[in-house]
């Protein structure tokens, strides 16, 4: 199967196709809907991701049918964690964000090549470190961001299991030409 990786831009129909995905996978991941002091970012993709020019948000599609098969957002840390007050800053820290994959295309390689196109945005905009959260209860998901670089910054020991992770930047040679990259996907 081959997959486009484009940006996000600013397309009702696009930004539609998107959230629908986004929830869809939540509620495949989570149990859950819709939560408004966690989705905020999802029904506002423009003040999020598409218009300050340090953020970015990518999504992987079928060439052949155009569904999407993978998402990952990536922003300037915008959280009030007391625990990191002194560790990040949105102008130094960059933080992932919805990184799905479409179960049909898990273990593949496609997440570590959304990620790797996220960590070379975020170091092509002058960020040292990358923040994220992910949940023990997510299986695999703290070995592959292990596998990713980063490291346990804080489990939290909350009732959502929730890990705090971070890594430096690795610049990346990755030299995209165009909007668009491709990938031959082998699934």
């Given at each position: 199967m081959k997959v486009i990786i484009r940006k996000l831009v600013d397309d009702s129909k696009q930004i539609q196709d998107v959230q629908k995905f986004l929830f869809k996978m939540i509620?495949?991941?989570?149990?859950?809907?819709?939560?408004?002091?966690?989705?905020?970012?999802?029904?506002?993709?423009?003040?999020?991701?598409?218009?300050?020019?340090?953020?970015?948000?990518?999504?992987?599609?079928?060439?052949?049918?155009?569904?999407?098969?993978?998402?990952?957002?990536?922003?300037?840390?915008?959280?009030?964690?007391?625990?990191?007050?002194?560790?990040?800053?949105?102008?130094?820290?960059?933080?992932?964000?919805?990184?799905?994959?479409?179960?049909?295309?898990?273990?593949?390689?496609?997440?570590?090549?959304?990620?790797?196109?996220?960590?070379?945005?975020?170091?092509?905009?002058g960020y040292d470190d990358i923040y994220l959260h992910t949940h023990k209860t997510l299986p695999g998901a703290i070995q592959f961001w292990k596998k990713m670089g980063f490291v346990v910054a804080l489990d939290a020991d909350d009732e959502l299991e929730t890990v705090h992770m971070d890594k430096k930047i690795v610049g990346l040679d990755i030299n995209p030409l165009a909007n668009d990259f491709s990938y031959a996907v082998k699934l």
């Open positions: 509620k495949l991941e989570f149990g859950y809907d819709y939560v408004p002091e966690w989705h905020q970012d999802i029904i506002k993709m423009d003040e999020y991701y598409i218009n300050p020019n340090r953020n970015n948000f990518f999504i992987a599609y079928s060439e052949e049918t155009g569904e999407i098969l993978a998402t990952i957002g990536i922003r300037a840390y915008d959280k009030d964690f007391l625990e990191f007050m002194h560790l990040y800053s949105k102008d130094t820290t960059s933080s992932i964000w919805r990184l799905f994959v479409d179960r049909r295309c898990r273990r593949c390689g496609l997440a570590s090549k959304m990620f790797s196109i996220a960590e070379n945005f975020a170091n092509n905009m």
